[in-house]
């Protein structure tokens, strides 16, 4: 099964033998909060960041927040974001001198796999001529989607096939050196009110960058093929806590009485309450919050997460969005949400699974005669189940408190795999899903071993230190231990609706040229 996709790397790469440097990963935490101080208590305080007494002076005018609009404050807010200036001139987000190192930049044998398996895709799909669109979100610094393109340029048909290159980067630091690197130091970058061009270095390829997914422009006539790498974890997420209503005082929902709240409310003493964030009182220490020991070298958090009192408009359709939440609240389930419990719900995951999925398959309202593309997903989460408690902090490769230093603090949180599934195919009846496959797996399909190999062997004048380096860093990408990337990072792909009877490369199947 494997040795077709096998030969196709062989063939396709067998050029590509140059080298490049390794280019952490963090995980769970739990978290405690206190209550919150008055807007009198907060004049004259000290806050360690611009972005921090931004948000404090907002929240004392309108109360507490939901977490995605922390979050979203964190790490896109115009001025201070960690995206978008805060992080400072000399040091960018990215590598071992920034907070963390991502796995295009672990090994280049990643990216040139991804590139492998969009060629691999194409093929199956027909090898079409033209119209063929590469769409990247998040893209870093732009070392994935370089991999890519080098990759896919010994795949001559393929490389004369694309139209453009299509990068969704809201950070307009990220923007530049994504250009440098793709396009060179010199290339010209002008704008217009579709975004930001350029030309690729390696062709004539024209390189377009907007700072949103619906700017990117989309035809049925266009095979866009869409990879998200670790893109969906830094999406805001809301969470909601179970909690136990006395019927007399169950809240019902503003609005109708076919509201998702109120239905509940009638069955049920359990409802859903948001998690929202506010300043931590001055004189709060790190036993009030019970601050993980391995953080209590760190400054007091700023901030804190606390339950709702009282039912939110999100915590009154969000948990509704999903038969997966609506059943947490069902005694007759399984496994019911017990009082306590607690998810985590990422809309802004929704849209974009959604927006993947019409570019792919089409919709009722834009339907596409033939489903086309593909999309790749590669990030961190459960499998099956849904988040819950796994925000976290990370700068310079070490936890931190996700509210601590905002602006300055990468803020992260599990995907929900199952509820992009949801989202791709409530969106387009055009297509399907497969996976979540664990990383381990899918880049072992790919042929990993065997392209480190490859790599290897062209590079014998570097000597075993070169040699040691090359295979620390793939087997890096397919650890299997608890905390390993290869178990932790997960691959779902989004095909063109076929009845299951193909089943992509990496996911089970092989090249169907």
């Known amino acids: 099964m494997r040795s077709q996709i096998i030969r196709t790397a062989r063939a396709g790469l067998r050029s590509t033998s140059h080298w490049q440097a390794p280019r952490c990963l963090y995980h769970h935490h739990s978290r405690h909060f206190s209550s919150t101080p008055t807007r009198r208590e907060e004049e004259g305080r000290k806050w360690s960041t ?23 404050m964190c790490l896109t807010a115009d001025v201070g974001g960690y995206y978008t200036g805060a992080i400072g001139t000399g040091r960018d987000q990215f590598g071992q001198k920034g907070d963390f190192v991502t796995s295009p930049e672990i090994s280049q044998v990643f990216g040139e796999l991804i590139g492998i398996w969009l060629v691999a895709e194409w093929m199956s799909q027909g090898r079409p001529r033209s119209g063929v669109e590469l769409i990247e979100v998040g893209p870093g610094r ?42 060179g130091e010199d290339a010209a970058m002008r704008e217009s009110k579709e975004g930001w061009h350029s030309t690729c270095k390696y062709s004539d390829l024209p390189i377009v960058w907007s700072d949103s997914i619906k700017a990117v422009p989309q035809s049925p006539s266009k095979t866009p093929f869409i990879v998200a790498h670790e893109f969906f974890d830094a999406l805001p997420i809301h969470a909601f806590q179970v909690v136990e209503v006395p019927p007399a005082t169950t809240t019902p929902s503003s609005g109708s009485s076919s509201s998702p709240q109120s239905s509940s409310s009638l069955s049920s003493t359990r409802q859903w309450r948001e998690m929202v964030v506010s300043p931590t009182p001055e004189g709060t220490t790190h036993a009030d919050l019970r601050t993980p020991r391995t953080q209590q070298h760190e400054a007091v958090p700023e901030f804190q997460l606390a339950l709702s009192p009282a039912p939110t408009r999100h915590s009154r359709y969000l948990p509704d969005a999903s038969a997966r939440y609506r059943a947490l609240l069902r005694p007759s389930t399984p496994t019911p949400g017990a009082p306590g419990s607690l998810i985590e719900v990422c809309p802004d995951a929704w849209l974009y699974a959604s927006d993947f999925a019409a570019r792919i398959g089409g919709t009722p309202a834009a339907p596409k005669a033939k489903p ?75 042929g990993i071993a065997e392209r480190a190999d490859m790599l290897v062997g062209a590079n014998k004048k570097e000597g075993k230190e070169k040699e040691a380096e090359i295979r620390a860093a793939w087997r890096r990408l397919v650890d299997r231990g608890p905390a390993g990337m290869g178990k932790v990072y997960k691959a779902l792909a989004i095909l063109p609706e076929n009845g299951g009877r193909r089943r992509p490369v990496g996911f089970g199947g092989d090249v169907n040229a």
Not at 145 to 157: Q, S
Not at 375 to 393: E, F, Q
Request: net charge negative.
């Open 372 to 446: 086309s593309g593909a999309a790749l997903i590669l990030d961190y989460g459960p499998a099956d189940t849904v988040p819950a408690n796994s925000l976290r902090g990370i700068r310079r490769h070490a936890r931190v408190s996700p509210f601590a230093d905002p602006g300055r603090v990468d803020l992260s949180a599990d995907v929900d795999f199952l509820a992009l599934v949801e989202a791709a195919t409530a969106a387009s009846p055009g297509v399907e899903c497969h996976g979540p496959v664990d990383q381990a797996g899918f880049l072992e399909a790919m």
């Open 50 to 72: 611009p972005l921090a007494k931004q948000l404090a002076d907002a929240i004392s005018i309108t109360g507490p927040i939901p977490l995605a609009s922390y979050m979203r």
């Open 142 to 183: 732009g070392t994935l989607m370089d991999d890519i393109l080098r990759t896919i340029r010994n795949f001559k048909d393929m490389a004369s096939a694309i139209d453009a290159v299509y990068l969704v980067e809201a950070s307009s630091q990220l923007r530049a050196a994504q250009k440098t690197l793709l396009c």
